[in-house]
């Protein structure tokens, strides 16, 4: 009797995450006095984790002085790093760093595009310096590929002749975001880019921001206080306070259930365009100044904030927990699975009159 040979089953092999970040902790040196002598240490970034998958958009949420920008400066080598570990496309950012190949990986995009648009060059001559200087293309190919990057971010051909301050600010960050995408990275930084436009414009930037995830294959870190903006362009949400990560998860079931309190306040923050509508209501108020980074609170660094704070709060430092059956909601609380918070932070909706 003849068998027949069944080839074995070959499971594609899983691409790595765009980023990883494990523990990463950033800290500034205080200097006072006319000496300047180092006298503390601000621990602006302390002790954060979250991957950012392939094709994704991560946003990083939370007020001033919760160390979101900062956490993206340190991805992109422009803040020190004085602990943990930081993976892009695969590799350490200390060897992205010393190879000289962290330019071509990761690229950040500022809320100001002045930041990085050269004022006295247009904006073709800009996109095409990066194209030469970094060599995607070869030289004689420079001057179409400018062409090509300016209309991938929506920008007419006739925009490669004017000059910054001839663009609106809309147009401004789509140069900023092409100019960006000139080294071809694959992970990009977006640090409160929209949060200076007009809500026609951040819906047009958001979109564009969702195209290049499925068309150029491009990895966002999207910094922003707007948790409208936030909801519909994220797959993913940290929420970060004092320092450290307070919340995270998947967009829907962040905003469907939070489980932290300072998540269901910056929802509840949010206004509604119709008060009528149905919508988050009575969130906790925030009763207190984020934490001195120099001084930090011993215990979980929301204490002073929460409503439901207790003696285990002011003492001991919540671990993250994964939440039953959801396995990336993470939460760091000590009474995210306590009855009464629970049914205190529940999702309110109230119907339209």
Known sequence: MSTVDIPPVVTPPVPP???????LQVHFPVRTGVLRRVTGTARAVDGVSFTVPARSVVSVVGESGSGKTTTGRALVG???????RVRIQGRDLAELRSDGSLPRTAQIVYQDPYASLNPRMTIGAMVREVVTVHRTVP??????????????VG??????????????????????IARALAVEPRFI???????????????QIVNLLKDLCRDAEVSFLFISHDMSVVRHLSDHVVVMYGGRVMESGPGDAVFAAPRHPYTHSLLAAVPLPDPRAPGLRGGTALRATPPD?????????????????????????????????????????HHHDSTDVRTALTTERTAAP
């Open 139 to 152: 030289r004689a190919d420079a001057p179409a590929r400018a062409e090509e990057l300016l209309a991938q």
């Open 155 to 176: 920008l007419a051909p006739e925009f490669a002749d004017r000059y910054p301050h001839e663009l609106s600010g809309g147009q401004r960050q789509r140069a900023a």
């Open 78 to 84: 422009l803040s020190p790093v004085a602990a943990g």
């Open 189 to 203: 930084v977006c640090d409160e880019i929209v949060s200076a436009l007009d809500v026609s414009v951040q819906g």
């Open 293 to 333: 980074p120099t001084d930090p609170p011993e215990g979980c660094r929301f204490q002073r904030s929460c409503a439901f704070a207790t003696e285990l709060c002011r003492t001991q430092s919540p671990p993250t927990t994964t939440l039953p059956g959801t396995g990336d909601h993470t939460v760091a609380c």
């Open 17 to 23: 995450a765009a980023v990883t970040v494990e523990d």
